[in-house]
């Protein structure tokens, strides 16, 4: 007989292939600290920089695992056509895990994160509280309520974009009586709305080959508002606006040139916009789009913090 490897199958129930996207968000972060210090002049701290890796990733995997019990419970699992980066993981529906133990996961590991930052709350800054709330409402309520209200895109690209890396240089850098107007550098403020764009935009497509099972389970997101074809269009206006404001930055005085390097990953972005423009509704041949555009979204993320770690140097 057998054994079971415990240890894939939950590896791939969280979607350990996508957590690169929370380290690469918080690394983004971690960098402007080193460029923009504490003004205590406190030296980088390395255990808080590694406290804010898991947490964040806790919370990535919250939400992947509170997002699979809700489509297995909502029967959205059996209709999907599934692809290594959308329709879920099957883990569930083929009796590999089950859903009372996804479930309990998922509670678990957002209590850990809502510890986290609570703590860097206490530490750090109230403003981490007000991010973690924002981050906590969306793993509770995406599947069962934003995804219904065509505001899943908008609350992903936040808590698991521009936020992160806010949060990760608020609570790296701030004290609790930092006022408000001296928390963040407009060059963080700035490169901190890729990313969430980003983030949107790899969710958006990858509701392309489900948008009939996500139909039936409830949902009402804005691939089923708009159809496919109008929501390759708004699909490829975001990759315009994302890499037009890493051209803007250098132009405008708020980063250095280094930081034209996150435009390298634009022709993996013009292949994924194409192909999501004229063949959308074609599950098969959608699927080195989705390849496409998760090489952006993460390639994109790491030069953006390697752009900043260059200008530490």
């Not at 898991?54 to 029967?75: A, P, Q, R, W």
């Not at 981490?128 to 895109?153: C, D, H, P, Q, R």
Request: charged content about 10%; some cysteine.
């Amino acid at each position: 007989m057998k054994e079971v490897n415990h240890l894939k199958i939950w590896m791939a129930q969280v979607r350990s292939n996508f957590l690169l996207l929370a380290v690469f968000l918080v690394i983004i972060g971690l960098a402007f600290s080193l460029k923009y210090p504490a003004q205590s002049g406190s030296s980088f701290n390395l255990l808080h920089a590694f406290i804010l890796v898991i947490g964040v990733v806790l919370s990535h995997i919250s939400v992947n695992l509170f997002n699979e019990y809700s489509d297995f419970k909502t029967k959205i699992d059996f209709y999907t056509n599934r692809t290594p980066f959308s329709g879920g993981t099957g883990m569930i529906t083929s009796g590999k895990t089950k859903p009372e133990n996804v479930r309990l996961v998922g509670i678990i590991t957002l209590v850990f994160a809502s510890a986290i930052g609570l703590y860097f709350s206490v530490i750090s800054h109230w403003t981490i509280f007000i991010i973690s709330i924002i981050g906590g409402f969306s793993v509770l309520f995406y599947t069962n309520f934003l995804a219904k209200k065509m505001l899943g895109e908008l609350f992903a690209g936040l808590s698991l974009g521009t936020l992160v890396v806010l949060g990760t240089y608020i609570s790296m850098t701030a004290s609790p009586d930092t006022h408000l107007k001296q928390l963040l550098p407009a060059e963080v403020i700035w490169i901190s709305i890729p990313p969430g764009i980003l983030t949107s935009l790899l969710l958006f497509i990858n509701q392309f080959p489900d948008i009939e099972a996500d139909k039936k389970g409830g949902r009402k997101h804005l691939v089923i508002r708009y159809g496919i074809k109008r929501a390759s269009y708004i699909y490829t206006f975001g990759m315009f606006i994302t890499f037009g404001i890493i051209v803007l930055m250098p132009i405008i005085g708020i980063s250095s040139y280094w930081i034209y390097i996150a435009l390298l990953p634009i022709p993996l972005a013009v292949k994924a916009c194409l192909i999501a423009i004229r063949h959308g509704s074609n599950f098969s041949r959608m699927i080195p789009a989705l390849v496409s555009n998760v090489m952006t979204v993460l390639a994109t993320d790491l030069l953006l913090a390697i752009a900043v770690f260059i200008d530490v140097l």
